[in-house]
Nanobody
């Protein structure tokens, strides 16, 4: 059984910074992608950023240059440093762990609220 535990998030003023962290435990493939997704009220969940065990990253256009994703493969942790936050970044942020063995496998964290006030 794989579990994801998130920390960080909270309330910040526009232009401020926050850091999200997520740790994974359990039986985890050594070849995986960890990332963050977010869901604002009334909207679909969307990709924020992902990082593969090999180090390759992918960012949503809306966060490029402001957010930085990083990971520690030995600890199965992923971090999201969010700078220059905007009110439109307000959402519940979910940690994701993904790999594929014959079929895609996804695990999700419980979600953490990020609120950016104007």
């Amino acid at each position: 059984q794989v579990q994801l535990v998130e920390s960080g998030g909270g309330l910040v003023q526009a232009g401020g910074s926050l850091r999200l962290s997520c740790g994974a435990s359990g039986s985890i493939s050594s070849d995986n992608t960890m990332g963050w997704y977010r869901q604002a009220p009334g909207k679909q969940r969307e990709l924020v950023a992902t990082i593969h065990t090999g180090g390759s990253t992918n960012y949503a256009d809306s966060v490029k240059g402001r957010f930085t994703i990083s990971r520690d493969n030995a600890k199965n942790t992923v971090n999201l440093q969010m700078n220059s936050l905007k009110p439109e970044d307000t959402a519940v942020y979910y940690c994701n762990l993904h790999w594929r063995i014959f079929r895609p496998i996804d695990y999700w964290g419980q979600g953490t609220q990020v609120t950016v006030s104007s």
